[in-house]
């Protein structure tokens, strides 16, 4: 079979991670690796039925087992400001589970009890001795279940939307239908969820947290507690993959704030890998039906998208599951409902292509099937209903280059080799098969605030309060700055993962490049602006001040009519008398977007060899083709691409809970038994970009790419699959089991 | 001897005493006490005891005593019950004599985990059936007469022959599933004699008594397993293991082959497979069928179908009924060539 992916014989001659090398050799420290005099470690107990009341709970003995310095349970807790409503008519501050706020419990493994010792050993010992006497009641924590007794939610986001008219699809001279089934999958990132917490008093906190938002984290403290910004610091330098799991302040973190200040002492709680499982969400299960009508031509005359999923009893999570099947091609009769129902499961959460990475399964399948039913060729029958402005609203794209896509990645793949007939292609005793999708995603760009420090050494320093859970903020923005400032990358120094610095986003919906990346750009070019002011000064250039007479490269001011007038950055400052310059770049939505729409797209490309007698799947090639406006880190864009499909790879092959419903409880919680693809799941994978910039999401060109990278894989690997075989599968994951 | 007590009152987490011994009569005898436990690489033990489903007082490492060799004695290869499982499928004299061994080592586990794991505590591990792991769960194996959660409950990976009311588990080992099919012999020392258990009378079915998985008695120490050497064997064997990824995953099914051909025809054969039930499973009905057969496409799909003649299956692993057979006639062909 091919290489793999470091065995690729492109050489990168761009960036490297910047933090590459502190991750590799262990100096880079994460939220659990804090250690401080006196620190305590908290061990959450969970409870083991999946609905009803605790009758009562004995923690007698773990207080006196050796070591133990507090427990914590919603009969002893101090309960923070944020768990009450000042105003009966609003919610309280804390959203979502509050733990430790009553006897109630809503899902199997909720914390009902923190225990807090001298080591990880005795708390752990500890903990096992907490008994608990329940109230049970009857419970469902699975979809088909729920369907059959219950009633999804109601509410505006879940009526249903009607484009054109409702069963046109039916009409249609050539139709397909299908229902489509996704389990729960789980975020799993390598870093298990940690929280390090010290008080210092009683209104003033700094925690160390495993999060893709360090000021939305913040924020949720400040609200919780009744703390003021300058009070509550929030420290994430490194983040261990956080895939959306990352996104929110969960109950084991309120839960550590809460027993810190119990005990008197800095604390820390680091979730188990079971844990994992409970505690910090997942993709929810998912029960769809699509239904596709078009003419012998192959345009499209009605789509149908029913999606059902399932929410927490306590919390109503949705996510944008059907959105693609309105956004992604041009039709004028589409029906979408979301069925959303409350199961006895803790909160589902955004994971990496949240709701579309649902959604594009059935509608990249169904297109897949009516190509067959057509004798049209996929990228074809695509192509036919191409979209040249959003189907939604009408409205033009900011950028749109998906049919570039096809082109590129089809040339890449060899598309043009494919049999149009499935079931005819082996290879060494497996049949072969291909098969491609679409991915959608928005395209967006928030507010950020970035500090800028041109230092007397010319060096340039760049600070704002994000975090970077694996994409390589860090290593973009300097790559962003080296180009703009023409400063080399290791003059350039960039900073996060610390409330206090400049407000900056939570890293999520693909946006970090954009927003941040667009407060780097237009910080530039003010400091370019300050450098040419300072430079009045320096008496090499005259009287010429306008920054548009100056070229900025290799760390110099270059008169652009005589390029042998030149001051490098720190002469300029040394001339004019100043230390450094410092200032604050505010960037936002360009308010010009209004009249337009912004997507990033994918278009994956699978090759898979099928085991005729023992039904196993190999994907033996993937290319991914992707428009996400302008490249400005190709190597890092590139791992975010192949680390996509990876896990595009365990959605598609392997990743399902497995959850007892007689009991609410996982049956593999575990990295033995949940499984995610390992190297020799794992083939070469091509990542290639068509990398046009976007001229007016902002001023870099990007859009967005971490949610793409995944949205409509496993539709790809499973078209592939029944290219191969003829069997159409429409249960995820596709294990061995459903091919024989 | 070491002996590390950890105080009662001071105790990190359960009390349990640690001593490693370097003599196996030390080893025997630390091992008498109730609830003391022999520890080897530990890569399922420490699992076991971090979960609470095994709670040892004294853990007697016999890490220190000299049971690791692998070496020719006259018709046999002997193999310490110590030695790791990644040296084992490494060694000259396995890779040459025994690579049906060597295949089925190699597909078990990750590198890291075989870099610890022995072929005693190989043959030992327990199965990893979830309901097993979980103490919120009901599962006779790990507390007798609790029920068993699987066999109404999620069984995907569970066994299609053998199993009792009490407990359909399985044994999840591929060594020994290559170990059963060469016909290998486990050596076993009691401070008495020395007992010579044939491999395939070593596990057990789960009965009455799924809390037992072997007929090794209380404090019993494996020394070691004894192979044949097989000439045709060696030049004729093939482990194959169907999961749900490429590796790293305990086998939804495994099969083990070893064939001696004269010309077109089956002389001599052994089958067992993996992932089946609570012991390597040998497919006797089926070897004997195909002895002094063609080795033809339509004899290996009878054979296979005898060999599921008395499969049952519980729901999740009915596709074990189909992927079985499979296997076998998969395994079977490309051992062939045909
Ligand atoms: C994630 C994971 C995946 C795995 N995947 C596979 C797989 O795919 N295939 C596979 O075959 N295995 C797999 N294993 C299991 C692995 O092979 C076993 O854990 C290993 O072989 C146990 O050996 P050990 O020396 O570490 O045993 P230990 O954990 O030390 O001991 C296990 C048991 O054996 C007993 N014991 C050890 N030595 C002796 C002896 N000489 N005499 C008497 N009793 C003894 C101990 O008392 C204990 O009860 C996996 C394990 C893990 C954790
Ligand atoms: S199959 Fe065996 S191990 Fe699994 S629950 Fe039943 S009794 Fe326990």
Redesign the interface.
Known sequence: MGNYFFDSATVFEELDRVDGKAKVTGQAKYSAEYEMPGLAYGVIVGA?ISKGTIAAIDINAAEKA??VLGVVTHLNITKPAGYIAADATKPAAVRGLKVFDDNVIHFNGQPIALVMAD?F??A??AA?LIKAQYNKETFSTGLEQAMKDEKPLEGNQYKESIRGEKDAWKNAAVKVEGTYTMPNQVHNPMEMHATTVKWEGDDKVTVWEKTQGVKSTQRDIMQAFALTEKNVQVNTLYVGGGFGAALRTWPHAMAALIGAKKIGKPLKVVLTRMQMFTLVGYRPEAIQKIAIGADNDGKLIGMMHEANAVTSNYENFTENIVKMTRALYSCANVTTKYNVYPVELSTPTWMRGPGEATGSFPLECALDELSYQLKMDPIELRLKNYAETDPENGKPYSSKFLKEAYQLGADKFGWKDRHPIPNTMMENGWKVGVGMSTGIFGAFRNEAKLGLKLMADGTLIMQTAVSDSGPGTATAMTKIAADAMGLPYNKIKFELGDSSLPPGPTQGGSSSTSTVGAAVSTGCVTLQKKLAEAAKSSPVFGHIVAVENFLFQNGEMVLKTDPTKKLSYSEVLKNAGMTSIEFIENSGRNPAMEKYSAYSYAVHFVKVLV?P????V?IAKAVVAGDAGKIVSPKTAKSQMIGGVVGGIGGA??EES?I?E??G?W??NNF??Y?V?????VPAIEAVFVDKPDPILNPVGSKGMGEIALIGFAAAVANAVYHATGKRIREL?I???KL? | MLLVKWLK??????NFDYVKPTTEQNALTACKDPLAQFIAGGTNLVDLMKR?VTNPEKLVDITGLPMSNIEQKGDNIFIGSLALNSVVAEHELIKKHLPLLSQALQAGASPQIRNMATVGGNMMQRT?C??FY?L??PCNKRTPNSGC?AK???N?MHAIFGASDKCIAVHPSDMCVALAALDATVLIANGKLLRRVPFKDFHKLPGSNPEKDNNLLKGELITGVEVPINAAFAQHSLY?K?R???????A?VSVAAALEMNGKTIKDIRLAMGGVAHKPWRLTTAEQFLKSKEATPANFKQAAMLALKDATSYGHNQ?KL??AP??I??TLHTLAGI
């Open positions: 083991n050796p070591g080591s050993e005795r752990t010992h096992s085991h007698l023992t039904g196993v190999k092959l392997m497995v007892d007689r009991y409880r049956i593999n033995a038994d499984h693809p390992v190297h020799a799941d994951p294990t061995p089991d024989i | 009152k001071e105790a990190p987490v359960i609470g990893r979830g309901y979980d919120s769960m959660g109404e409950g999620y995907r194959t169907i749900d990824r490429a590796s790293y995953a305990f939804l596709f189909t992927l499979n296997t006639v998969h």
